[in-house]
Protein backbone atom coordinates (compact mmCIF):
# COMPACT_ATOMS: atom_id res chain seq x y z
CA UNK A 1 0.00 0.00 0.00
CA UNK A 2 1.02 3.46 -0.61
CA UNK A 3 -0.38 6.41 0.85
CA UNK A 4 -0.23 10.13 -0.21
CA UNK A 5 -0.75 13.36 1.73
CA UNK A 6 -1.76 15.66 -0.83
CA UNK A 7 -2.75 19.54 0.22
CA UNK A 8 -2.43 23.17 -1.23
CA UNK A 9 -3.45 26.90 -0.58
CA UNK A 10 -1.33 26.80 2.22
CA UNK A 11 -1.22 30.99 2.01
CA UNK A 12 2.00 30.82 4.95
CA UNK A 13 -0.76 28.98 7.15
CA UNK A 14 1.57 26.12 8.43
CA UNK A 15 -0.05 25.75 11.75
CA UNK A 16 -2.42 24.00 9.87
CA UNK A 17 0.70 21.08 8.98
CA UNK A 18 0.76 20.27 12.73
CA UNK A 19 -2.93 19.10 12.01
CA UNK A 20 -2.05 16.35 9.28
CA UNK A 21 -2.18 13.32 11.55
CA UNK A 22 -1.27 11.13 8.24
CA UNK A 23 1.51 13.13 7.48
CA UNK A 24 4.47 11.32 9.35
CA UNK A 25 3.48 7.64 8.00
CA UNK A 26 2.35 8.92 4.18
CA UNK A 27 4.90 7.52 1.48
CA UNK A 28 4.53 10.86 -0.29
CA UNK A 29 3.35 14.89 0.62
CA UNK A 30 2.20 16.18 -2.97
CA UNK A 31 1.60 20.37 -3.02
CA UNK A 32 -0.38 21.24 -5.11
CA UNK A 33 0.35 25.08 -4.86
CA UNK A 34 -0.16 28.68 -3.41
CA UNK A 35 2.71 27.86 -0.33
CA UNK A 36 2.87 31.58 0.15
CA UNK A 37 0.67 34.97 -0.14
CA UNK A 38 2.98 36.66 -2.89
CA UNK A 39 6.25 35.62 -1.34
CA UNK A 40 8.72 34.15 -2.56
CA UNK A 41 12.49 31.25 -1.91
CA UNK A 42 12.65 32.52 2.00
CA UNK A 43 8.91 31.93 2.79
CA UNK A 44 8.93 28.75 0.39
CA UNK A 45 11.86 27.52 2.24
CA UNK A 46 10.16 27.62 5.79
CA UNK A 47 6.96 25.81 4.42
CA UNK A 48 9.06 23.14 3.14
CA UNK A 49 11.26 22.94 5.98
CA UNK A 50 8.34 22.95 8.68
CA UNK A 51 6.95 20.12 6.29
CA UNK A 52 10.29 17.58 6.14
CA UNK A 53 10.10 17.64 10.03
CA UNK A 54 7.27 15.31 9.90
CA UNK A 55 7.78 13.66 5.99
CA UNK A 56 11.24 14.35 3.65
CA UNK A 57 9.18 12.76 0.33
CA UNK A 58 8.25 15.54 -1.00
CA UNK A 59 6.82 17.02 -4.28
CA UNK A 60 5.46 20.51 -5.09
CA UNK A 61 4.45 23.00 -7.34
CA UNK A 62 3.54 26.73 -7.59
CA UNK A 63 0.58 28.20 -7.64
CA UNK A 64 -0.78 31.56 -8.91
CA UNK A 65 0.36 33.46 -5.62
CA UNK A 66 3.74 32.16 -5.49
CA UNK A 67 6.38 33.93 -6.72
CA UNK A 68 8.60 32.20 -9.59
CA UNK A 69 11.61 32.26 -8.01
CA UNK A 70 9.69 29.45 -5.85
CA UNK A 71 9.92 27.29 -8.93
CA UNK A 72 13.78 27.85 -9.38
CA UNK A 73 13.51 26.78 -5.88
CA UNK A 74 11.69 23.83 -6.19
CA UNK A 75 14.04 22.73 -9.32
CA UNK A 76 17.04 23.01 -7.32
CA UNK A 77 15.98 20.47 -4.68
CA UNK A 78 14.94 18.12 -7.24
CA UNK A 79 10.75 17.85 -6.20
CA UNK A 80 9.18 20.32 -8.56
CA UNK A 81 6.08 18.96 -10.21
CA UNK A 82 5.12 21.76 -12.25
CA UNK A 83 6.01 20.82 -15.97
CA UNK A 84 7.37 17.58 -14.35
CA UNK A 85 6.31 13.69 -14.43
CA UNK A 86 7.80 11.02 -11.61
CA UNK A 87 6.76 7.58 -11.40
CA UNK A 88 6.52 6.41 -8.07
CA UNK A 89 5.96 2.83 -8.80
CA UNK A 90 6.30 0.69 -11.73
CA UNK A 91 2.49 1.51 -13.18
CA UNK A 92 2.19 4.52 -11.30
CA UNK A 93 3.00 8.18 -11.91
CA UNK A 94 1.98 11.25 -10.87
CA UNK A 95 2.52 14.83 -12.97
CA UNK A 96 1.68 18.32 -12.78
CA UNK A 97 1.49 21.94 -13.93
CA UNK A 98 1.09 24.35 -11.47
CA UNK A 99 0.42 28.69 -11.67
CA UNK A 100 -3.02 29.57 -12.73
CA UNK A 101 -4.88 30.82 -15.78
CA UNK A 102 -5.30 34.68 -16.21
CA UNK A 103 -7.47 35.94 -12.91
CA UNK A 104 -8.67 39.51 -12.26
CA UNK A 105 -6.18 40.18 -9.39
CA UNK A 106 -2.62 39.94 -11.18
CA UNK A 107 -1.36 37.79 -9.11
CA UNK A 108 2.31 36.84 -9.51
CA UNK A 109 2.41 33.46 -11.61
CA UNK A 110 -0.54 33.79 -14.39
CA UNK A 111 -0.22 31.66 -17.28
CA UNK A 112 -2.67 31.94 -20.70
CA UNK A 113 -4.31 28.29 -21.75
CA UNK A 114 -1.66 27.63 -24.13
CA UNK A 115 1.31 28.08 -21.54
CA UNK A 116 -0.77 25.81 -19.29
CA UNK A 117 -1.04 23.61 -22.02
CA UNK A 118 2.68 23.39 -23.04
CA UNK A 119 3.62 22.42 -19.51
CA UNK A 120 0.76 20.21 -19.01
CA UNK A 121 1.96 18.12 -22.12
CA UNK A 122 5.65 17.95 -20.92
CA UNK A 123 4.86 16.97 -17.59
CA UNK A 124 2.68 13.87 -19.62
CA UNK A 125 5.34 13.11 -21.64
CA UNK A 126 7.52 12.20 -19.04
CA UNK A 127 4.78 9.59 -17.72
CA UNK A 128 2.74 8.70 -20.83
CA UNK A 129 3.50 5.12 -20.66
CA UNK A 130 2.37 4.44 -17.13
CA UNK A 131 -0.56 2.68 -16.75
CA UNK A 132 -2.42 4.51 -13.36
CA UNK A 133 -1.60 8.66 -13.56
CA UNK A 134 -2.27 11.23 -11.39
CA UNK A 135 -2.74 14.75 -12.75
CA UNK A 136 -2.01 17.73 -10.13
CA UNK A 137 -3.25 21.19 -11.56
CA UNK A 138 -3.35 24.36 -9.23
CA UNK A 139 -5.89 25.44 -11.38
CA UNK A 140 -9.37 23.14 -11.37
CA UNK A 141 -10.76 22.32 -15.01
CA UNK A 142 -13.66 24.34 -16.35
CA UNK A 143 -17.43 23.33 -15.65
CA UNK A 144 -17.19 21.21 -13.07
CA UNK A 145 -17.96 21.16 -8.84
CA UNK A 146 -14.61 22.21 -7.93
CA UNK A 147 -14.11 25.62 -9.99
CA UNK A 148 -17.33 27.58 -8.88
CA UNK A 149 -16.24 30.91 -7.23
CA UNK A 150 -18.85 32.23 -4.88
CA UNK A 151 -20.64 34.81 -7.98
CA UNK A 152 -21.49 30.88 -9.08
CA UNK A 153 -19.44 31.18 -12.20
CA UNK A 154 -17.03 28.65 -13.47
CA UNK A 155 -13.57 30.48 -13.73
CA UNK A 156 -11.61 27.12 -14.41
CA UNK A 157 -9.18 25.69 -17.23
CA UNK A 158 -10.64 24.95 -20.89
CA UNK A 159 -7.12 23.22 -21.08
CA UNK A 160 -7.37 21.02 -18.22
CA UNK A 161 -10.78 20.07 -19.14
CA UNK A 162 -9.65 19.17 -22.87
CA UNK A 163 -7.01 17.28 -21.38
CA UNK A 164 -8.61 14.81 -18.69
CA UNK A 165 -11.45 14.71 -21.21
CA UNK A 166 -9.10 13.12 -23.95
CA UNK A 167 -6.09 11.14 -22.01
CA UNK A 168 -8.76 10.39 -18.67
CA UNK A 169 -5.75 10.07 -15.85
CA UNK A 170 -7.53 8.42 -12.54
CA UNK A 171 -6.90 11.18 -10.46
CA UNK A 172 -7.54 15.13 -10.83
CA UNK A 173 -5.85 16.71 -7.46
CA UNK A 174 -6.59 20.39 -7.54
CA UNK A 175 -6.90 23.72 -5.46
CA UNK A 176 -7.14 27.06 -6.15
CA UNK A 177 -10.76 27.87 -5.84
CA UNK A 178 -11.07 28.24 -1.80
CA UNK A 179 -14.89 27.99 -1.72
CA UNK A 180 -14.99 25.23 -4.36
CA UNK A 181 -13.99 22.10 -2.05
CA UNK A 182 -15.90 19.22 -3.74
CA UNK A 183 -15.63 16.24 -5.63
CA UNK A 184 -16.62 15.20 -9.31
CA UNK A 185 -15.78 13.56 -11.99
CA UNK A 186 -14.87 13.78 -15.88
CA UNK A 187 -14.81 10.36 -17.63
CA UNK A 188 -13.42 7.98 -15.81
CA UNK A 189 -11.59 10.84 -13.96
CA UNK A 190 -11.80 11.60 -10.28
CA UNK A 191 -11.38 15.62 -9.34
CA UNK A 192 -11.01 16.45 -5.73
CA UNK A 193 -10.26 19.86 -4.77
CA UNK A 194 -9.71 20.55 -0.70
CA UNK A 195 -10.09 24.19 -0.46
CA UNK A 196 -7.39 26.03 1.81
CA UNK A 197 -5.12 23.79 4.12
CA UNK A 198 -7.56 25.41 7.06
CA UNK A 199 -10.54 23.70 4.99
CA UNK A 200 -8.53 20.29 5.00
CA UNK A 201 -6.88 17.74 2.78
CA UNK A 202 -6.86 14.88 0.43
CA UNK A 203 -5.66 11.70 1.34
CA UNK A 204 -4.60 8.98 -1.55
CA UNK A 205 -4.05 4.96 -1.90
CA UNK A 206 -2.39 3.23 -4.19
CA UNK A 207 -3.22 -0.76 -3.58
CA UNK A 208 -0.92 -1.79 -6.23
CA UNK A 209 -4.19 -2.21 -8.52
CA UNK A 210 -6.30 0.79 -8.28
CA UNK A 211 -6.47 4.78 -7.08
CA UNK A 212 -8.66 5.52 -4.13
CA UNK A 213 -8.60 9.62 -2.82
CA UNK A 214 -10.88 11.19 -0.71
CA UNK A 215 -10.96 14.66 1.16
CA UNK A 216 -10.31 14.77 4.63
CA UNK A 217 -10.77 17.25 7.41
CA UNK A 218 -9.42 18.07 10.88
CA UNK A 219 -10.86 16.02 13.94
Not at 34 to 52: F, Q
Not at 87 to 110: C, I, K, M, Q, W
Not at 156 to 182: M, Y
Request: proline share 4%.
Amino acid sequence: MLNMVVFGDVHNQINYIDKIKELPSADWTIITGDLTNCGGKKEAEEIINYIRYYNTHILAQIGNMDFLEINDYFENLGINLHGHGYRLEEELAVFGVGGSTPTPFNTPTEYSEQEIAAFLYTAYEEIKNVSHKILVSHTPPFGTKVDIVRRGEHVGSRVIREFIEKEQPELCLTGHIHEARNIDKIGKTLILNPGTIAQGYILVEWDGIALNATLASYK
